[in-house]
C-alpha cells in the first residue's frame, strides 16, 4: 500500500463511477462545487478500466513509498468479495481521466469499516483538488451507503484535511507491520456504534 499523489485545488470536471455493467447513459448525477468550480458526479459504466489501469500506473511511478504493483492490487480487489462498485470513482476533465479512488471493505472488532487505496491523480493534475473530490463524494457515498468508518494509510499531512484522524482514537489499532502513526481514520456517520480492534483488510492486500 502507498501514500496518496495529492493535490487541493480542483478545476471544472466530473467524478463518475466505475461499474462492470454496461453503458446505460447518464443517470443519478449531480453537480457539486469544489471551491469556485464545479464537479460533476455521474454514474457512468466500466468502460474506464483499462484507463483507471494506466492512470493508477503513471500516478504511482514516482511516488516515494510506491510499490509499484497498486494497478495490479485494484484489479485483483475488482474480482475480490471486498469490492463495492458503488465506490469505485474517477475524476473525469475534458482531456479524460485525471483520478481515481477506490473504497473495499475491511474489519476491525467484528464491525465492517472501508479501507481507502488506493488514490490516485494523473500527472500535471496534482495538488488541484482532484483527490479531495474524490474522497468527498467516496464519503457522501458511504454514508449512505451506511458504512460508519473509512481507514486510510498514508500521508499524516494530506489526509487530515479530509477529516482523518489516528485510527487508534476510534478504536481501530493497525495490523502488525503497519506503522500506527500513518493508519488514520475518519467517522462517516453520527450513528455509527463504537469500534474496537485491528484492523483487517481484504486478503488482496496481503497484510497480515
Known amino acids: 500500500m502507498s501514500t496518496v499523489q495529492q493535490a487541493t485545488h480542483y478545476v471544472r470536471g466530473r467524478v463518475v463511477e466505475v461499474t462492470d455493467n454496461a453503458y446505460q447513459g447518464q443517470q443519478d448525477y449531480e453537480d457539486i462545487p469544489v471551491g ?14 483499462g484507463q483507471v489501469y494506466e492512470l493508477i500506473k503513471a500516478a504511482f511511478a514516482t511516488a516515494e513509498h510506491a510499490d ?7 484489479e485483483a480487489l475488482r474480482l475480490g468479495e471486498a469490492f463495492i462498485p458503488e465506490l469505485s470513482l ?6 479524460g481521466i485525471v483520478g481515481h479512488i477506490l473504497f473495499t471493505k475491511a474489519e476491525a472488532g467484528g ?8 488514490l490516485s491523480v ?3 493534475w496534482q495538488r488541484r483538488g482532484v483527490g479531495s473530490a ?11 451507503l451506511g458504512y460508519g468508518y473509512s481507514t486510510v494509510l498514508g500521508s ?5 484535511r479530509a477529516g482523518y484522524i489516528p485510527a487508534q482514537e476510534l478504536g481501530i489499532a493497525a495490523p502488525e507491520g503497519i506503522p500506527a502513526e500513518n493508519l488514520m481514520a475518519v467517522k462517516l456517520r453520527e450513528d ?3 469500534v474496537k480492534g485491528t484492523l483487517v483488510y481484504a486478503r488482496e492486500f496481503g497484510v497480515g
Open 111 to 118: 464491525e465492517t469499516v472501508l479501507a481507502l487505496a488506493p
Open 90 to 95: 474517477v475524476a473525469e476533465a475534458e482531456d
Open 36 to 49: 469556485k468550480q464545479t464537479v460533476r458526479v455521474e454514474l457512468r459504466s466500466g468502460k474506464y478500466r
Open 134 to 144: 474524490l474522497m468527498a463524494e467516496g464519503h457522501r457515498r458511504a454514508r449512505e
Open 192 to 194: 455509527a456504534p463504537p
Open 122 to 124: 494523473r500527472p500535471g
Open 68 to 74: 509499484g504493483n497498486e494497478q495490479d492490487l485494484v
Open 156 to 160: 499524516t499531512e494530506y489526509y487530515p
